[in-house]
DNA sequence: TGTACATCAGTGAACGCGCGTTCACTGATGTAC
DNA sequence: TGTACATCAGTGAACGCGCGTTCACTGATGTAC
């Protein structure tokens, strides 16, 4: 059933993107119910499974809207950082830091959801995740001209999971995280520490 | 009601303790379960409520283990490396990856596990949770000589934190996480990178 | 040592709640002739 | 253009399941005399 019916059906699908989204962002992804999302959209419980397969997916959807988001924060961290890697690395890690902050259960979701057991994660959304090692690699690359490939991006990826666990203890509130005052120099200081010694010492033996 | 009384209310506990662990162990914390617990533990349900508070309760006691067994692990790890702080700090890091691997569930509760909203952890179990970060403080102070007091133990829970940031991703088995054969190397790299600057560079300007 | 009574660990059926998903139905929208 | 019919988005009550916790009850254990 052409056009108009389709356009409707999507129409609905984004109005409940919206609102899973802001129900999200108000109460953390344990707070979003069918019921609710249904309300506040203004249809039927049922109409929910006709939009979309089911509430995992919605899920997935307001996650990759939550990556696209988190992707241009970061890209324009960069823009406004200097040359030097050290600088990019420092602006991104920054960025990601402010955007957890603005952003908390919108990105806490990003990393709390499963799928049950047994079901693959789309590819459409898996794409959707590259943002967060992205921008790393350039200046990565510049600091360990030794790396390259898949190394690199191993690095790359092991990067952002540094930088990330300081922020999700932190911002978990938990016993070994630190206070979120001290969470910006504190990612600093090791975004520093990661960085500093590459360049002196080059490719040295071992790492 | 004295002695033998009090004794089997605390036996009865411990074995509930015991099976708690073991499941969480087998099935995740998300598969620990009133009824299965004090059927494996030949108790009736109610029973469950009498020697503990509630089930959460019963998971604090099985992370309060878990970190008792974790800190003897990171400890071991620390004798049998040599003395120059790079070498305890990546013994540490070496003995938390291998403790993760080999703990998979267990190690997931303690950082999965959320107390309902409203309620404080209790005192007995906030202060296991030091063994995170004991060991990381002599060497850092070492390479850090410039640090101390408050500003020390930050900057051990920022070390942590990192480490357990790659850990975590990894074996999560998630998007950005490296494959679990690349982790080991990775979390030594990450580590020297952490550990190579600073000794060279002692207290800098800035960090 | 023996008897009457009190306590409280242990029992498990029942409570209470939450919640994702289905499904028989309706009515608006579109197609066929 | 008008009429008969088909399709399918949308509806919301009902299904089905899971599960932590309570509570009236029992019986074993302990105390008092």
Redesign the pocket.
């Known amino acids: 059933?052409?056009?108009?019916?389709e356009e409707?059906?999507a129409e609905?699908r984004m109005r409940l993107i919206d609102v899973a989204e802001a129900q999200i962002a108000a109460r953390g992804l344990g707070g979003?119910?069918?019921?609710e999302v249904t309300a506040e959209a203004g249809?039927?419980?049922?109409?929910?499974?006709?939009?979309v397969q089911?509430?995992?997916t919605l899920v997935l959807h307001v996650n990759s809207r939550t990556l696209a988001r988190l992707g241009a924060a970061l890209h324009a961290a960069c823009q406004g950082a200097g040359e030097a890697p050290e600088d990019v690395l420092q602006a991104l890690a920054a960025g990601y830091v402010a955007f957890a902050r603005e952003n908390r259960r919108l990105w806490s979701a990003l990393f709390e959801h499963r799928l049950p057991e047994g079901v693959e994660t789309p590819d459409w959304h898996k794409r959707d995740h590259a943002v967060l090692i992205e921008e790393i690699i350039a200046p990565l690359a510049h600091l360990r001209p030794d790396l390259a490939g898949e190394a690199l991006i191993m690095r790359a990826r092991t990067t952002f999971a540094a930088v990330h666990g300081v922020v999700q203890l932190a911002l978990q509130g938990r016993f070994v995280g630190v206070p979120e005052e001290s969470l910006a120099d504190e990612v600093a200081a090791l975004v520093s520490a990661m960085t500093r010694g590459t360049h002196l010492l080059r490719a040295g033996t071992g790492e």
């Not at 059933?1 to 019916?5: A, D, E, L, Q």
């Not at 249809?43 to 939009?51: E, F, Q």
């Open positions: 059933m052409s056009n108009k019916t409707k059906r609905l979003l119910k069918a019921r249809c039927a419980l049922g109409a929910l499974y006709n939009a089911d509430l995992d």
